[in-house]
């Protein structure tokens, strides 16, 4: 079975419906097992990361990058950077604000630039953009026109159960295709 | 009179509406004289941009960063780098691209860089997001909800005729908010 | 007065020598009183904030970005934020790691993203690069080639007192640039 | 054959060197063959570029971002990007500047955000730090303190000639790293 793990933090319950979609569509790929593990509960779950193939990495993009409390999390990894424990594993992200843009490419940039840190090789969406022409929609996948993870929008006036279909099926892609690189490159370092 | 500078290049003429919007809102300012600069045209320029006390920069997105034409020009200012002649000047940058995110910031961000290595002040947006609640919509200033610079976003099967108006009202509201800044960030070096 | 704050983190010491070196630089302007504040207490700061016409922001660069308690910080300020208390204030930042790149730029592209979230105005480093000739060295000012703030680089087998002085002055030159801005500004706002 | 291309631009020399200092780690894994691309001559090299398992991507970073020679190369690439067709493909980067930080990661974060618009999968550069302790010195590899890709510095008053042997060789160890990876990620390809 090939690994996938993914760890989030969410604030008001957004970036967890986000996270719950990507751990769908990774968990529905033939000979895989993906866990769904929040920051709050992260110290009992190092060793399921060690064991990952791929770990998708998700927050909300406070004030124009990811939240602290998943920074508080990026920082303890600095064990495990320490030993390049995470050194091939493939990564991904995934990140959620107010507005359309919200900066949330900060966010991404910021989970890459730590994902090379950690020596890991970096998953892009695999989307082409949606909500583009004339006769697109809010109801596109990939509406928002990411490319780096997965980008949702929620209205700051509206809980999760307000989040738009296209974002969440957006986030379930992500997972799928994270997990269908991993089952593939997993096979080909049995192989090597 | 404070003057001020816009340069921008356009591909296919929804930068340039962009730009002209920008321009209009700079030029609305009581006792600012803007110029409205296309890179094609630079060369015959530089005279203007010495003597500028903001010069505005805008372009495309292409392929994730700012269109090439434009980069040439930000290459040829490595003249101006290497005497400082930038020094302390304001700046401010607008983009646009097809998609609602389209990776705009990164634009926006690769801006502000070269604007530090002039050594000029960057100003920000300074409007809130629209379009980020269940009673909002594309027609609200704003409704990319970008911070760093004003973002523009082109239908890719529509000419710039059918540009939103609040895109171009939130690239006028730069020109106007860079404009004030200016004036009084002038009149404080008059006075010292 | 002009008044200038500095918030800072700093996990061994080594950005809180950088964060007094930014303080000494500032408070050595005319006419200007400069305000230390580390993020451990800045609860009893906010006050203060309110009041600076520039605040300038300081933090290690741990994995990549800003250490998590500068980022509790900031995802604390977005109280400011939904008043825009702090529109127009200028803004500046330093970063410290151990090693010479060491993604530092990220750092302060997250600090700018964040600024102009809060509708701030940036000010950048205004020195030219030391250390990047054949007559060059690590003593140089800026030696760490940085524009859009003042970085620093530690030696991860050694404590704060090892810091290069040549860091330590380009942390000093950006509180002295930033409160000179700051002083011309305010005169500007009082005039007007 | 696992095939490796690179496509580069030099303006003075520096880059080039880095550039043949990949192509050379590349082609020293077995069962790999790497290409060596300049952008000016890579009209005759679409059909390498289509049939290469991974792309590594290099140019000197000028005022902040990448040349604008190579934007030209990048923006033409919009043709690729219209049929998605090196989606999945691996891909990595490297850049040079006068200066130790020079703002060198802002080319790389552009190169990782051109690469994921292109749907491609990031090789980080996979070295820890050197040039970062007491006992360490420019002669460590990867001096410079980078991991999203390789960097160099070349003295602004030297030839490529001049270049520090620790960059090629950290320019060689990516070349070496992508094709490891390629050939692994190929013969996963094939037996899928």
Redesign the interface.
Known sequence: MTKIAIVYHSGYGHTAEQAKAVHHGAASVNGVTAKLISVADVDNHWNDLDQAEAIIFGAPT???????PF??F??A??KV?FT?GW??KLAAGFTN??????????SL??L?????????????????????????SANDLN??????GA?S?S????GAE?MLDSDLKTAEHLGRRVAE?AR??Q???V??
Do not use: C, E, H, T
């Not at 020596?119 to 006769?135: A, D, E, R, T, Y």
């Not at 509406?143 to 780096?148: A, K, M, V, W």
């Open positions: 406070y004030m124009g990058s990811l939240s602290a920074k508080g990026m920082d990894s600095s950077w390049q050194k091939d604000s107010g507005s359309q843009s919200g900066d949330k490419l900060n940039v910021q890459m630039v730590f994902a090379n840190q950690q020596s890991m090789i970096w998953v892009s969406l695999g989307l082409m953009p949606g909500n583009n022409s004339s006769k697109g509406r928002i026109g990411s490319y780096s980008m929008q209205n700051v006036d509206q307000a690189v593939q490159f096979a080909a370092r192989a090597a």
